[in-house]
C-alpha cells in the first residue's frame, strides 16, 4: 500500500483491470518502469510515460526475467498479482440462502441486499465497477 517500496524498481504489475490498471498509476510516480502486463486489448485511456502495456506472462524463465504470451521477453524487480478473485463465503449456512454462480452472488438485491433475508446486507459484491 505504499509504493516506496518500489522506489526506483522496474515492476510488472499482472492484471489491467480497475485495480491493476488503479495501482499502475499510483506507483508510477515512484518507480522507475510500469509494465502492465494482460491478455485483452490494450487500454486506450493515457498513461503515465512510465507505464507500458505489454502482453501477459506466460513463463518464469529466470530470477527477474518472464517470457510474455507475444514471445518478447521483460525483466523485472517485483511482480504484483492483479489477477482477480472469486468469492467464497465458508462461514454463511446454507439456510441464509446465499450462493456464488459464475462469480456473482445471489440472490441480492441492488447486489448487496439478501432477498431471502432482507436484514443481511453484503457490501462491495459487484464484480464490475465503474471507478472514477
Same mark, same amino acid.
Given at each position: 500500500?505504499?509504493?516506496?517500496?518500489?522506489?526506483?524498481? #522496474?515492476?510488472? /504489475?499482472?492484471?489491467?483491470?480497475?485495480?491493476?490498471?488503479?495501482?499502475?498509476?499510483? /506507483?508510477?510516480?515512484?518507480?522507475?518502469?510500469?509494465? &502492465?502486463?494482460?491478455?485483452? %486489448?490494450?487500454? %486506450?485511456?493515457?498513461?503515465?510515460?512510465?507505464?507500458?502495456?505489454?502482453?501477459?506472462?506466460?513463463? =518464469?524463465?529466470?530470477?527477474?526475467?518472464?517470457? !510474455?504470451?507475444?514471445?518478447?521477453?521483460?525483466? =523485472?524487480?517485483?511482480?504484483?498479482?492483479?489477477? $482477480?478473485?472469486?468469492?467464497?463465503? %465458508?462461514? &454463511?449456512?446454507?439456510?441464509? $440462502?446465499?450462493?456464488?454462480?459464475?462469480?456473482?452472488?445471489?440472490? !441480492?438485491?441492488?447486489?448487496?441486499? #439478501?432477498?431471502?433475508?432482507?436484514?443481511?446486507? !453484503?457490501?462491495?459484491?459487484?464484480?464490475?465497477? =465503474? %471507478?472514477?
Amino acid at each position: 500500500r505504499d509504493s516506496q517500496h518500489f522506489k526506483g524498481e #522496474n515492476v510488472v /504489475i499482472l492484471g489491467a483491470a480497475a485495480s491493476g490498471t488503479d495501482i499502475a498509476v499510483e /506507483i508510477s510516480k515512484d518507480v522507475n518502469q510500469v509494465y &502492465l502486463a494482460h491478455n485483452g %486489448p490494450f487500454l %486506450p485511456s493515457k498513461l503515465p510515460a512510465n507505464v507500458a502495456q505489454i502482453r501477459g506472462i506466460s513463463e =518464469c524463465i529466470g530470477p527477474n526475467s518472464f517470457s !510474455l504470451t507475444d514471445g518478447s521477453r521483460v525483466q =523485472c524487480d517485483s511482480v504484483i498479482l492483479a489477477t $482477480g478473485y472469486h468469492y467464497e463465503f %465458508p462461514f &454463511l449456512s446454507d439456510e441464509c $440462502g446465499i450462493f456464488v454462480e459464475k462469480n456473482q452472488v445471489q440472490p !441480492l438485491y441492488k447486489h448487496f441486499l #439478501n432477498i431471502e433475508h432482507t436484514s443481511m446486507a !453484503l457490501i462491495g459484491m459487484p464484480l464490475q465497477i =465503474c %471507478p472514477f
